[in-house]
């Protein structure tokens, strides 16, 4: 027996509206909220929200000085065709690449993840 029905993620970052927008376009997911919260949904049980934190400092990664601290894996069918959409919506692909079968971005708030084939 489960104690919850689903689960929600909540991402902190600068501007909750602009990375909602960013996952929004990436995952197809409606978008809504204001400027302190505003989350991306997929029906009545997936979600993804995003908290604005003052002062908010980004991860570094791959170091650790400022953990990742979260990621998130997006599959997708074919990274060479993801890849060019993923940027285009405003993702930043990472210097540092440790596989071949994923590649790591950084979205607009400095937050890694990775596209990796289904």
Known sequence: MAIARYPGLVIDC???PALARFYGSLLGWDVSGDEGWSEIREGATQCISFQR?????????????????MHLDVMV???DAAEPEVLALGA????????ETFRVFLDPAGH????CVA
Request: hydrophobic fraction near 25%; charged fraction near 15%; glycine fraction near 6%.
């Open 112 to 115: 890694p993840f990775c596209i």
């Open 14 to 16: 600068p501007d909750p």
């Open 92 to 99: 930043t692909k990472a210097e540092h690449q440790p596989g």
């Open 53 to 69: 934190v003052d002062p908010y400092t980004a991860p570094q990664w791959p170091g650790q000085d400022v953990p990742q601290q």
């Open 77 to 79: 069918q074919d990274l």
